[in-house]
C-alpha cells in the first residue's frame, strides 16, 4: 500500500457556471520515502472524503463529499502535488451552514481522504489502495469577511447578506420583546422583504419607548411632571431621554434624529401611510444600522441606571 502525508491548504466558496455553488478545496500532498521499494513516480487518482466544518465551537459537522477535479496527479518521490477538489452546495446545505456559522469564522477538514495510486514502472501499471495521511494542518480556516466576500457572489437567496457587529444586548426584561422584532427584521432583509424590515424596525422602536417610559415611571424618585407624561409621542421620547442621559441638549438632539427615523419606517406596504415607495436593500440596511445601534445605546443606559 503506497502512502502519502496531506495537508489541507484553502477553502474557497464559488459559483462559477454552476446552479449551485462550489466548495473548492485544495489538498497540498506530499509521496514521501518511508523505506522499501518504491516506484520514483505515481499518479493519485479518485481523490475524495467527507468534509466537515466547525465555527468558533469545538463541534465538527458532517458538510459534503469532496473529489478530485483531475483524472490524475502525478508526483515525484519526495515531491509535493496540489490536488484540487471539488464539493457541491444545494440551497439546503447552504442555509444549513449559514444558520451554523452565525455571522463567525468557518474552519474545514477532510475526514481521511481515500484514493487510489498507479506507479510508473517498465513492469506495466496497476492500481493500488492509496493510505493517506495527515500531514501539516489537519483544518482551515475561513475568515468571516472572506466567507461574505465570497457568498455574496454566488446566487445563494439572489440577495446580499448583511453582517452587524456582534451586540450583546443587556439582560432586561424588555430586552427579549425588542430582540423579537430585531431579529424579524434581519430575516425579512435576507428574504427580501425591505418593506417588512422598515416595519419590524418601526415595532422595535415603539417597544423601546414603552420600555423607557416604563423605566420613567418606575423611578418616583425622578418627579416626573404630570404634563411630561400628557405630552404627544416626540416629547415624552425626548423628556425621558433627558431624563435618563442626564443631558437636555443630547436628549433633544437625539428624540429628533429618532422621531425623524420613525417617520421614515411608517413608509412601508402594510401601513396607511404608504405611498407606494420603492425600498432597496440598501435602504434597508442602513435601517437596520440604525435601529440596533440606538436600540443597544438606549439599553445600555437603562441598565446602568437601573442598577443599584
Known amino acids: 500500500m503506497t502512502q502519502v502525508d496531506s495537508g489541507i491548504t484553502s477553502v474557497r466558496l464559488e459559483q462559477g457556471n454552476a446552479f449551485q455553488p462550489h466548495l473548492r478545496v485544495v489538498l497540498d500532498v506530499r509521496y514521501n520515502n518511508y523505506g522499501g521499494s518504491l516506484p520514483d513516480n505515481i499518479e493519485l487518482t479518485g481523490l475524495k472524503g467527507k468534509l466537515y466544518v466547525r465555527t468558533q465551537k469545538p463541534d ?34 447552504m442555509s444549513k451552514l449559514e444558520e451554523l456559522r452565525n455571522g463567525n469564522d468557518l474552519w474545514f477538514r477532510i475526514n481521511q481522504p481515500i484514493g487510489w495510486c498507479v506507479p510508473r514502472q517498465n513492469t506495466g501499471n496497476s492500481f493500488e489502495t492509496l493510505n493517506i495521511q495527515s500531514r501539516g494542518s489537519e483544518e482551515c480556516k475561513y475568515p468571516r469577511s472572506e466567507w461574505i466576500e465570497h457568498l455574496n457572489t454566488t446566487e445563494f437567496n439572489k440577495f446580499e447578506l448583511i453582517e452587524l457587529p456582534k451586540i450583546e444586548f443587556p439582560k432586561l ?79 433633544s438632539r437625539l428624540s429628533k434624529i429618532i422621531g425623524d427615523l420613525h417617520y421614515y419606517l411608517s413608509l412601508n406596504p402594510h401601513e396607511a401611510e404608504y405611498k407606494g415607495m420603492i425600498f432597496t436593500d440598501y435602504d434597508a440596511k442602513f435601517v437596520i444600522h440604525a435601529v440596533t445601534g440606538f436600540v443597544n445605546s438606549i439599553l445600555k443606559h437603562i441598565e446602568n441606571n437601573t442598577k443599584i
Request: with cysteine.
Open 60 to 93: 465538527w459537522f458532517e458538510l459534503c463529499v469532496v473529489e478530485q477535479d483531475n483524472d490524475s496527479n502525478s508526483v515525484h518521490l519526495g515531491g509535493n502535488t496540489l490536488i484540487h477538489m471539488t464539493g457541491t452546495l444545494s440551497p439546503y446545505l
Open 173 to 251: 426584561p424588555l430586552t427579549e420583546h425588542i430582540v423579537k422584532f430585531t431579529d424579524n427584521a434581519r430575516r425579512a432583509f435576507s428574504e427580501g422583504r425591505y418593506g417588512d424590515v422598515l416595519k419590524e424596525s418601526r415595532n422595535a422602536l415603539d417597544a423601546l419607548d414603552a420600555g423607557l417610559e416604563e423605566w420613567a415611571n418606575s423611578k418616583p424618585e425622578l418627579k416626573i411632571e404630570n404634563d411630561t407624561k400628557q405630552n404627544g409621542k416626540n416629547d415624552k421620547r425626548r423628556n425621558y431621554l433627558s431624563i435618563l442621559l442626564n443631558d437636555k441638549e443630547k436628549a
